[in-house]
């Protein structure tokens, strides 16, 4: 099994452009996986991509629009 890399709050923040505040939130909210190693939580990059991937949106379609039109206004 590979060693997984961890982040702080810090990194995570800065790489998810939001404040630390934010990030410990999530993590009390049980949104984002962390682990408290006593001087501060860190982050697995696994639970972060988890994270993220369960907060993707959903691809745009490229058709049917929200009043059932096309980019153009045509049905």
């Known amino acids: 099994m ?3 890399q961890y982040q702080t ?3 995570v923040a800065d790489r998810l452009k939001v404040a630390e505040a ?4 999530w993590i009390k909210v ?3 996986r962390a682990i408290d190693i006593g001087k501060g939580w860190r982050i697995a990059n696994a639970d ?3 994270f993220l991937r369960q ?3 959903a691809p745009r379609q490229h ?5 059932g039109l096309d980019a153009e206004g045509k049905p």
Not at 22 to 25: A, S
Not at 63 to 67: A, E, I, K, R, Y
């Open 30 to 32: 049980g949104q984002l």
């Open 55 to 57: 907060h993707q949106t």
């Open 48 to 50: 972060l991509n988890e």
């Open 2 to 4: 590979p060693q997984d």
């Open 22 to 25: 934010t990030v410990r939130h």
């Open 63 to 67: 058709s049917d629009g929200p009043n």
């Open 9 to 11: 709050v810090k990194e």
